[in-house]
Each structure stands twice: as C-alpha cells, then as structure tokens.
C-alpha cells in the first residue's frame, strides 16, 4: 500500500491553473504536518508549502506566495494544491510529503509543466 499518491499534474499553458491532490493512507493522517516539494532536473527537492495538521497554518516558498494554495480536508485524508498563474518556472515534479517527529511519507511525484 502507497502512503501517499499524487494527482493533477500536466501540461498547461502559462498563467493558467492547475490543482494536485495527495491522497494518504495506511497512517494517521490528521496528526502529521503536510508538505508540497518541487524538484527540477539535477537539483534537490525545494519546499513549496507546507500546512499543519490541524490546517491553521500555513508557509509557502517566496517563489509561489500569491499564487499557490495549500490546503487539506483531514476527513478525506486529503491535501491539495491549488496553483495559479503558472510560470514556466514552475515546470518541475511535485511530490507530497507527510511528517510527524522523525516519521516522514513521499509520495511518487507528478509532472507538473507549464509551457506555450
């Protein structure tokens, strides 16, 4: 069993809008904090936003602030991310991770490219 399975990556044109979904199971998914990654070719993962268990707070990269959106529905054992106004700087793999004290969950990443 997958702990975490991304969706909702693809190709879209620049300034358009896409959401990725990370669906969790086999753990406790309300009690870990959730995060979105990003990793281009030959580089190490950066984060891009990151929301608390509880969903009251959340932080995002400079890079994203204004136009991403991370958000979780505990019920569903669910975290997205609504993202606007892409860039072609945005082009990379996004990957979901879960995190609570020293256990940590990654998902499989999904493509995310924003091109003409």
């Known amino acids: 069993q997958v702990p975490l399975v991304e969706s909702g990556g693809g190709l879209v044109q620049p300034g358009g809008s896409l959401r990725l979904s990370c669906a969790a199971s086999?753990?406790?998914?309300?009690?870990?904090?959730m995060s979105w990654y990003r990793q281009y070719p030959g580089k190490e993962r950066e984060m891009v936003a990151t929301?608390?268990?509880?969903?009251?707070?959340?932080n995002y990269a400079d890079s994203v602030k204004g136009r991403f959106t991370i958000s979780r529905d505990n019920d569903k054992k669910t975290v997205f991310l609504q993202m606007n106004n892409l860039k072609p700087d945005d082009t990379a793999v996004y990957y979901c991770?879960?995190?609570?004290?020293?256990?940590?969950?990654w998902g499989q990443g999904t493509q995310v490219t924003v091109s003409s």
């Open positions: 086999g753990f406790t998914f309300s009690i870990y904090s």
């Open positions: 929301i608390t268990r509880g969903g009251d707070t959340t």
């Open positions: 991770n879960a995190r609570y004290y020293i256990n940590t969950y």
